[in-house]
């Protein structure tokens, strides 16, 4: 099945319709898709607060990227969206070419991310391969892993120097 790209915005109702998610998309704790989508709004909003609250606050999460590397436990993850989000980058990504697998308890989706990097006037285009697990935990969904890696080994080097220039 082909899903809408998830780019943070609300999901239209003809689009759920159109895909076959309307039956998914009606209650938030019947499908990681709207835990997702509501993951990139805050991200791309560059709301600390927001993204934590899609992630379990657990000690145990992990998130593996290019941003920050290994991140383990609650607070490392905030410390990385802070880096990103109340910096002077604005990075912007949407979900897209992805495969949603889900069960009871815990699901995945495993896709790409597009978007860039922004500083002033620089701008560099990404290409991320992602996949970010869920867990349903007290009635929600909740992000227990994330993992992002470049598509290019080159474009990696170029957005960490992107990152980490003053």
Known sequence: ???PVIKGEP?????????????LVAAENTSILP???????AFNQRDV??????????????????????RRGIASIRDGYQTIMLGNITVYVEFYDYELIEAADISYVAGRERGFAQRGETQLDLD?????IFQH????????????????????QRYQDFLNKK
């Open 1 to 3: 099945m082909l899903y």
């Open 11 to 23: 999901l239209k109702e003809d689009e759920a319709v159109a895909s076959g998610l309307s039956d």
């Open 35 to 41: 835990a997702l989508n509501n993951f990139y709004a």
């Open 49 to 70: 607060d927001k993204s934590i609250s899609s992630w379990a606050q657990q000690d145990n999460v992990v998130m593996c990227n290019p941003m920050g590397g290994i």
């Open 128 to 132: 991320i391969r992602t996949s970010r």
């Open 137 to 156: 935990i007290d009635g929600r969904w909740q992000q227990i892993h994330h993992h992002g890696s470049m598509t290019d080994a080159k474009a990696l």
